[in-house]
Each structure stands twice: as structure tokens, then as C-alpha cells.
């Protein structure tokens, strides 16, 4: 699959339908990744219209289009992957992009993960707010959720399901729950604008126990891992110098990858999203599980005037 454009044919009216959204103009940083610990160039580059999300590495001259079937790895980050280039901890830069409503995006960076920051997606936030954001050619499309979808795991799940009756946008409910008492169980709910991430979500770090850094070491992971860039919690402490953003900065910040993760849909979702301890595995299993019949969802195109639908090529 390369993209859900290339699966479908437009029905409607184009003249009333929403333009599609790329950057003003493009914008550079630097930082550090959390799992590999190297230094890393990131650079967000406005797209043509139709484009979609895409991921470049620059120092391989690959391509990697953000949609859920290059997913192949899930343990702590979500990465994409084409042949042997990969770039994972994206989940953070994809919330912010999807939040933001972006359409066309390139993202170009010379390692295989992207930088973390301080955990969260305000940096992101900024770089993007800071670019600009700009209408242009096409048309902004909206995968609707027609069925309720399920996936479990243990315990966990995460799930689609329709609107009700005359619902719109995206509302997202979540709850996680950890043996660790500073954390214990947490739920949030929020309908996802540009607004509500930005107030609600963006600046909610990511996050791990004292207890299990050093497994995560010797995997391999978590080595440009610090109290600068993830909350470290150790039974009822949280181990921060500044403490918490948030006292349920920890369910905001699962909720964040949620919107991250389901952004690799490949267009802004319409329905409802109701999640318990689920992860980047049951997130991404999900997208999977949607588009394993097409009866569980519609591509439709955005208008001031209503929806006009897309029907399959």
C-alpha cells in the first residue's frame, strides 16, 4: 500500500471540499535519540499536495511513507521501516503533525530515530508553529470509522468504533493502570483539536520505571535516555528534579502516542477511540485489524457543507 489516495477515485464535488495543509516553510533542528543515543538532523520539509506523511533518511536516500503497514518494530517507540532503513520514535513528531492537521509533510533525517527532546510533543509543537502552516492544492480527506474494530492483548485493548448519531471529529478516551503507586490508574478523554493537543497533551512526557533502565540498556535501548527527556518514576517517586507537568501527566502522555500512532492511518480518523494500558503493538495492531475489511471504514472528503464520500477505485 503506498498510499489510501492511490485506493480510491473521487465521486463528489471538489469545489466544496477543504484544501489540503503543508508548511509555510521548512525548518531545521538538532538532538539527540532517545534509544540510540546519537546525534541526530531533523529537518520538517513542506510537500506537493498528495504526498502524504514521508519519512526520507537523508544519509541513505530512502524514502518511508508514515502509514501503519511499515511498522515492524513496537517495543518502547514506533518505528517504519522500507527494506533495511528504518526511523523510529516518531510517534511524538506524528501526534504533533496530525494535531496540527497536516497533510503533506517530508521529514528528513540522517539517523535511524528521530530526536526526543524533553519526551513530548511541545517541541515539535513549536518547530511546526514556528514554520507556518499553509493551504494548497487538493483536498483534505477523512477516514470514517463505519464498524466497531477490536484488538486484545493480556488484558489490554484498544478499539474503534463509529460516531453516534451526528457525532464528528475524533473523540479518544484512555485508561492505564501501573503497579507503580506514583502512576496507579489514570483515564483522560479528549476530542482532538489543534487547541485541545496543544493545551491537553502536547507537553506530556514520556516516561519509564528506575527498575527496569538498566534491562533497557543492555537491550540496546534507552541509551540517550535521561531526566532531561523522560519522567523516571521508582515506586511512589518520581524521580525528576521539577516533578510532573501534570499530576496525570502519565495517561496524557500514552494518550499522545495514541494520536501518534494512529496517525500512520494515513488520514485524520473520524469515530471514536476507547483504549485500556493499550501500547504502540495494540495501537498499530488496530490500524491493521481496520483496514483488514473495508466494510469498517469510508475515505471521505472534508467540506464546510457536509461530507462528500469516495468510493473505491
Given amino acids: ?20 495543509r503543508t508548511l509555510r516553510t521548512a ?7 532517545l534509544h540510540s543515543g546519537v546525534n541526530v538532523s531533523l529537518k520538517l520539509v513542506p510537500a506537493p499536495s498528495g504526498t502524504g506523511i514521508v519519512f526520507r533518511r537523508t544519509d541513505l536516500g530512502v524514502n518511508i511513507p508514515a502509514l501503519f503497514d511499515h511498522v515492524n518494530d513496537t517495543r518502547l517507540c514506533t518505528v517504519i521501516t522500507s527494506g533495511e532503513a528504518r526511523v523510529g520514535t516518531i510517534e511524538h513528531l506524528m501526534a504533533a503533525v496530525a494535531a ?3 497533510d503533506d509533510l517530508l521529514v528528513e533525517v540522517d539517523a535511524p530515530e528521530l530526536p526526543v527532546f524533553d519526551g513530548s510533543s511541545a517541541p515539535f509543537m513549536f518547530l511546526i ?5 499553509v493551504e494548497h492544492a487538493g483536498f483534505r480527506e477523512t477516514l ?11 488484558g489490554a485493548f484498544a478499539e474503534l468504533r463509529p460516531h453516534h ?3 464528528t471529529g475524533f473523540e479518544l478516551s484512555l485508561a492505564i493502570e501501573f503497579a507503580a503507586s506514583a502512576i496507579g490508574a489514570q483515564a483522560f478523554n479528549i476530542s482532538l483539536t489543534p487547541e485541545s493537543f496543544s493545551r491537553d497533551l502536547a507537553a506530556a512526557r514520556t516516561f519509564t520505571m528506575a527498575s527496569e533502565i538498566e534491562a533497557l540498556r543492555k537491550a540496546g535501548l534507552a541509551k540517550g535516555g535521561s531526566l532531561v527527556n523522560a519522567i523516571v518514576v521508582d515506586g511512589a517517586k518520581v524521580m525528576n528534579p521539577e516533578g510532573l507537568r501534570w499530576t496525570d501527566e502519565f495517561v496524557r502522555h ?9 496517525a500512520l492511518a ?16 495494540l495501537n498499530n495492531q488496530l490500524l491493521r485489524a481496520l483496514f483488514a475489511d473495508q466494510a469498517n471504514y469510508r475515505l471521505i472528503r472534508e467540506s464546510v457543507g457536509g461530507m462528500l464520500q469516495l468510493s473505491a477505485a
Wanted: proline share 3%; net charge positive; hydrophobic share 35%.
Fill in 266 to 281: 494515513g488520514a485524520p480518523i473520524s469515530g471514536r477511540f476507547i483504549g485500556s494500558r493499550t501500547g504502540h503493538a
Fill in 144 to 154: 470514517e470509522v463505519l464498524r466497531a474494530v477490536r484488538v486484545e492483548h493480556n
Fill in 27 to 33: 525548518i531545521s533542528c538538532v538532538g539527540t535519540g
Fill in 1 to 20: 500500500m503506498s498510499s489510501l489516495r492511490d485506493r480510491y477515485s473521487f465521486t463528489g464535488t471538489e469545489s466544496a471540499a477543504s484544501p489540503r
Fill in 254 to 262: 500514552k494518550m499522545l502516542d495514541v494520536v501518534g500512532d494512529l
Fill in 129 to 133: 508553529e514556528s514554520a507556518g502552516i
Fill in 165 to 167: 448519531l451526528g457525532g
Fill in 100 to 102: 496540527s492537521q497536516i
